[in-house]
């Protein structure tokens, strides 16, 4: 079983890193889930990955803004497992807010979540990588990681970071047989943009409705989401071995939005 590759996602149990992590487990990988979520929630997302093929589940509940959390998730998957392959930095969470009123405590959370947290993955999963001669590593960042939106300082922020934490990983590993990508969404429907269109509605005045067509999918020139299967299919092409030499950059899948 020591064999078996282990993909590490983090913020699994919702949106786009848990459809990640079910197109790892289709493809017979062990799969690492993390993220918050009621018990029985957690435990019907393990029985249907290892159902879907995954050959072993863990999940850990390491708080990704906690570094003494997230060393204690890879104690658990250096016992478990002692190895990782594939690591897809994915938690995030959003707060739409003028800078000026914008709660220090979020902005802070924010930047350790969306930023720093991929930093801390990334130190404790390459010592694997590199001792076993391949490694991929895939930051979901965001469109608002090449272009802003007004009330999304910390967001638009930290996404920025993490394309330049990519570049740099990507050209320290560069001769390692390791990839370092980002893949920069446009709008998905997920609990995240959801969430935020009610804030989104009253910091400009305007109805929900409006919201999703005048602010969300305005510069998305396709009018429409993009599907949580579109991002698991390029996390899986940046991971195979034909993206060898793909790495320092970032796929867009934005429906035209950063074309603008
Ligand atoms: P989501 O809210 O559906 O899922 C977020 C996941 O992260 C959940 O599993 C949640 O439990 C977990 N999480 C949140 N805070 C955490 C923490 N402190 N520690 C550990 N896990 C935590 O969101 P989503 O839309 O699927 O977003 C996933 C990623 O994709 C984020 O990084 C987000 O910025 C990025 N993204 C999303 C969109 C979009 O339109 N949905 C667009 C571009 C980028």
């Known amino acids: 079983n020591n064999q078996t590759k282990v ?4 913020g699994s149990t919702s949106g786009i ?10 493809n017979g990988f062990n799969v690492v889930i993390n993220g918050f979520g009621k018990q029985d929630q957690i435990n ?3 029985q249907n990955l290892k159902q879907i093929g ?7 509940s390491a708080d990704m803004s906690k570094e003494t959390e997230i060393n204690d998730m890879f104690e658990k998957i250096k016992s478990q497992f002692e190895r990782v392959d594939i690591l897809v930095n994915n938690a995030g969470i959003q707060h739409v807010c003028p800078v000026d009123e914008f709660p220090s405590d979020k902005w802070e959370q924010i930047i350790k979540i969306n930023l720093i947290s991929n930093f801390h993955t990334i130190k404790r999963s390459v010592p694997y990588m590199k001792k076993n001669g391949w490694g991929r590593i895939v930051n979901i960042a965001s469109a608002h990681g090449l272009i802003a939106s007004p009330f999304k300082s910390a967001y638009v922020a930290a996404k920025h970071g993490v394309l330049g934490l990519t570049k740099t990983v990507a050209l320290e590993l560069a001769e390692k047989n390791i990839t370092v990508n980002a893949i920069c969404p446009g709008y998905v429907k997920t609990p995240l943009v959801m969430n935020q269109v009610a804030d989104t509605a009253r910091v400009r005045g305007i109805s929900e409705e409006d919201v999703i067509k005048k602010v969300l999918l305005l510069n998305q020139a396709t009018k429409k989401f993009v599907e949580v299967e579109e991002i698991a299919e390029a996390v899986s092409y940046l991971c195979s071995d034909n993206a060898a030499s793909v790495t320092g950059t970032h796929l867009s899948l934005d429906g035209g939005w950063s074309a603008q």
Do not use: D, N
């Open 7 to 10: 993909a590490l996602i983090t």
């Open 17 to 26: 890193g848990l459809g990640v992590a079910e197109r790892f487990a289709k």
């Open 44 to 46: 019907s997302i393990v």
């Open 54 to 60: 995954a050959k072993e589940v863990l999940y850990h």
